[in-house]
């Protein structure tokens, strides 16, 4: 499973570090992308693992916003 998530807050290179770091290392998420300019993140995943919700938390985990 594909999702891109709309990530607020991110502005240098430790935050794309954080948002990266805290989406890996939940079981069954198979990669990350960040993209700071735009503040998307792709996350490819699998869904029977993990949920969109707990990849939103791990995400606010690390004090930005999920809008999308």
Not at 3 to 17: A, S, Y
Not at 18 to 47: I, K
Request: proline letters at 0%; aromatic letters at 2%; hydrophobic letters at 35%.
């Amino acid at each position: 499973m594909q999702i891109t998530l709309k990530v607020t807050g991110m502005t240098c290179g430790h935050c794309k570090q954080s948002v990266n770091d805290a989406l890996s290392n939940l079981e069954g998420v198979r990669s990350v992308e960040v993209n700071l300019d735009s503040g998307n993140v792709d996350v490819a995943y699998e869904d029977s693992l993990v949920s969109k919700q707990q990849l939103i938390e791990a995400v606010e985990g690390q004090g930005y916003d999920v809008v999308a």
